[in-house]
Structures are given as C-alpha cells and as structure tokens.
C-alpha cells in the first residue's frame, strides 16, 4: 500500500499525559500537513510541511503541540500534558510538490484522553 | 460564522437516486474547490477537484462551481448503497484546506 499511513490508529491515554503520532507520506511528496477532526466536524488545519520545514502553525496549535518532520519524510505530532478537549481524530496528509489542491489523507489517528 | 457552510443532513436516497450536496462559502480567496468522502472511522478520500468556475464531470460524480453565488454543488447519479458516507466539502486559495461541516448520506437498498 503506498498511501499515507498513520500510526497508532488508536491511543487511549490518561489527563496529564503526552503521546506521539506518526505519519509516512507518500513517497515523492513533499508536502506534509496536519488536521484535526472533531465529531461532526470537518477536519481543521494545524500545521503544513514543506519537506523538513514547518512553514505555518494554525492558532488551534497550543503550546502543547509540536510537530516535526526531521528528515523531510514522515512526521511526528506530540501533545503534551494532555487534556479532554485534545480527543480528536488527527489526520494526516500529504502532496505533490507541484499540486498542494490534492491531498491525500491518511487513515487518522483516534485518540480519546480520559 | 464560519467560512464553509454546508447542511449536515442527515440525507436519505432510495438506490438509483440523484444525490445533490451543496456548500456556501464567504471567502471571496478560494480557487481551488474539492469534494472529499469519508468512510466512518476512517480518513477523507479525495474524490474530486475543480479550479475556479465551472463543472466537472467524473463518471457518476458531477461538481458544479459558481463563484458569483459563493455556492458549490456535487451531484452523485444513480447512487449505489456504497456511496452511503460522509461528503465534505473543502476548499483553498492556497496550501490550507477550508472544510464544511459534512453531509452524512445513506442510500437505502
């Protein structure tokens, strides 16, 4: 399968604490984004990557976010101390270098914080 | 007031239906518009993609852009109990997806 993958797909974690998500692209792009979908909701932009730099930060990226894409190739998304509103769906996508109108999502990562 | 506005539905269609899903939008930057669908429990499949005014035709699926009226259309021709999903509206005038709220559709067998 060569789409954009995520991992996990689920993470159940507890008030206080910090998780990481990872997403592979796909091969040749270079674009790299991040968005968060709650239920009912359309999924809300975070954060985009261009290879290994984050070139926007959306006001929905507290300072508990952070991003990264070290190497220009997957990317990795850590909330720290986290909080109830933080459950979410995060998506992840990725484009072409010349085409950032189609992106292809991932199968998202479910976490729920209790 | 948020800048994607489209009506959550629910939409239910007997098989064989023409389904029509629709947004409104307030930024006069968007160019690009597209039309995801989306599975439950899973991620936004991209189903098509229109730049600026016009239509767009891709087999059973036609996406219909009228930027004087801010106004986007997907209609689905002879729906199949298979296109029961969530439609999403999205849209850009560069790098960052604007999505609607979804309309949850189910075709009735």
């Known amino acids: 399968d060569t789409g954009v993958s995520q991992n996990p797909r689920h993470k159940i974690t507890k008030r206080g604490q910090n998780v990481t998500f990872r997403c592979d692209p796909i091969?040749?792009?270079?674009?790299l984004y991040w968005y968060r979908q709650t239920l009912g909701q359309g999924p809300e932009f975070l954060t985009y990557?261009?290879?290994?730099?984050?070139?926007?930060k959306s006001r929905l990226l507290s300072d508990r976010f952070s991003a990264e894409r070290p190497k220009g190739s997957f990317s990795t998304l850590e909330i720290q101390r986290t909080e109830q509103g933080d459950s979410a769906m995060y998506l992840c996508?990725?484009?072409?270098?010349?085409?950032?109108?189609?992106?292809?999502f991932g199968p998202g990562t479910r976490l729920t914080v209790l | 007031q948020k800048e994607v506005e489209q009506d959550p539905g629910p939409l239910s269609v007997p098989e064989g239906a023409i389904v029509s899903l629709n947004c409104t939008y307030s930024?006069?930057?968007?160019?690009?518009f597209m039309w995801y669908r989306q599975y439950s429990r899973k991620g936004p499949e991209l189903l098509m993609y229109?730049?600026?005014?016009g239509n767009k035709e891709d087999g059973r699926f036609t996406a219909q852009v009228d930027k004087s009226s801010k106004y986007i259309s997907l209609f689905i021709r002879d729906s199949q109990p298979s296109d029961s999903a969530t439609y999403l509206c999205?849209?850009?005038?560069?790098?960052?997806?604007?999505f609607g709220a979804g309309t949850t559709v189910t075709v009735r067998a």
């Open positions: 930024n006069s930057a968007f160019q690009y």
């Open positions: 990557f261009q290879n290994e730099a984050q070139l926007e």
């Open positions: 996508a990725s484009s072409l270098p010349s085409s950032y109108n189609e992106q292809f």
């Open positions: 229109t730049y600026s005014s």
């Open positions: 091969s040749e792009h270079n674009r």
């Open positions: 999205a849209m850009q005038p560069d790098y960052k997806l604007s």
